[in-house]
C-alpha cells in the first residue's frame, strides 16, 4: 500500500486535514486508521507539506474568484514530468499521485466565489487544478464532483430562503 492510498482511506473513514491560521496542516485521523498510516508516516507529512505550499498559493487566485494558473512547488524547475514536481508521470497524466493528492487535500475546502443570481456568473469558475486531480484518479474525482452539485444545490436553496 501508498502513502497516498492510505491517506485516501484514512479521509474516507472520517479523517479529516485541518488548517490553522498560519496555513500548517494537521490530520485529524479516527483512532481506527492509526495502524494505517504508522508505515506511511514520513511519506504523508511529504504530501501535507506539498499541499500547504499547493494550498498559499491557490489562496492568491481562488478567494479573489480570479482564473488559477498550474500549482507547482517551488523547487520545480520546469520542464516534463508532473506539472507540479517534475517527476515522472504515466502516460496521460499530468500529475505525480503525491501531488494529486497534495492538490486534492490543499482544495478541498476551497471554493470559488460566485453569484446565482443574475449579473455574475451562473456557474463556478473553472479550476484547472481539479482537472488535473480528474485526469489523475477518476474514481476519486467523481466522488468530489458530487459532493460540490450537493454543495451547489444547498447554496442556491440557502440562497432562497435568504431572499424569502
Not at 12 to 19: F, N, R, S, T, Y
Not at 30 to 46: G, K, Q, T, Y
Not at 62 to 81: F, N, T
Not at 133 to 149: K, L, N, P
Amino acid at each position: 500500500m501508498t502513502a497516498v492510498l492510505a491517506l485516501r482511506m484514512v479521509l474516507a473513514q472520517g479523517g479529516k486535514v485541518e488548517w490553522d491560521p498560519s496555513g500548517k496542516p494537521h490530520l485529524r485521523i479516527p483512532p481506527s486508521a492509526h495502524l494505517l498510516i504508522r508505515p506511511h508516516r514520513d511519506s504523508i507529512r511529504e504530501i501535507l507539506r506539498r499541499a500547504a505550499v499547493l494550498r498559499e498559493q491557490a489562496l492568491r487566485f481562488i478567494p479573489k474568484g480570479l482564473p488559477m494558473p498550474p500549482l507547482a512547488l517551488p523547487e520545480h524547475q520546469g520542464g516534463d514530468g508532473c506539472l507540479s514536481c517534475g517527476a515522472g508521470v504515466s502516460e496521460g497524466h499530468s500529475r505525480c499521485a503525491v501531488c494529486a493528492m497534495a492538490i486534492t487535500v490543499a482544495l478541498q475546502d476551497l471554493r470559488y466565489p460566485w453569484s446565482w443570481r443574475g449579473g455574475g456568473a451562473e456557474q463556478p469558475l473553472e479550476n484547472p487544478a481539479h482537472r488535473s486531480v480528474r485526469i489523475q484518479d477518476t474514481e476519486w474525482a467523481e466522488d468530489g464532483a458530487q459532493d460540490g452539485a450537493q454543495d451547489r444545490a444547498q447554496d442556491r436553496a440557502q440562497d432562497r430562503a435568504e431572499d424569502g
